[in-house]
């Protein structure tokens, strides 16, 4: 009794869906006899209208190609070369040197980060400098080593 239960449902399921899709159909064609058409506007593209390369002339015409500047370095600032625990790199004076370490990824831990507790304190060019709180010189070469 149970099997003819489950069967009648799905046949009852079955049967919902073709009367809708009946039902679909001939409002279709009751429509279509009608005279009733819904509008379908053309599709248009704008890059399609006014070329793909003016869009593209449009898109960059404030840029200058002409002058090449030097990326990276504004002005005269000139890069220091820094040997961080025997990894070489280059750096602008001035840049905090924990970025540059933690960069190189050399083994000098940081705490506090605000100069207080000490555990960053390095070897910077022979003399003890807590790393967290330093700035790259304006002349190099740098070297940094663990105490």
Partial sequence: VKAQ???SQVDIRHHQRTMAIRWLAVL???QAASGFVAPIAPRTSVVRDMGMMDGFKKAFENESYE????PGLSGNKQSVDITICGKKTKAIPGQRM?????ASRAPIKFNCENGECGTCECLVNGRKVRVCMAKVPNKGPVEIKLK
């Fill in 67 to 70: 002058t090449k500047q030097s």
């Fill in 5 to 7: 239960n489950q069967l």
């Fill in 28 to 30: 279709l064609a009751t």
């Fill in 98 to 102: 924990k970025d540059l370490v933690r």
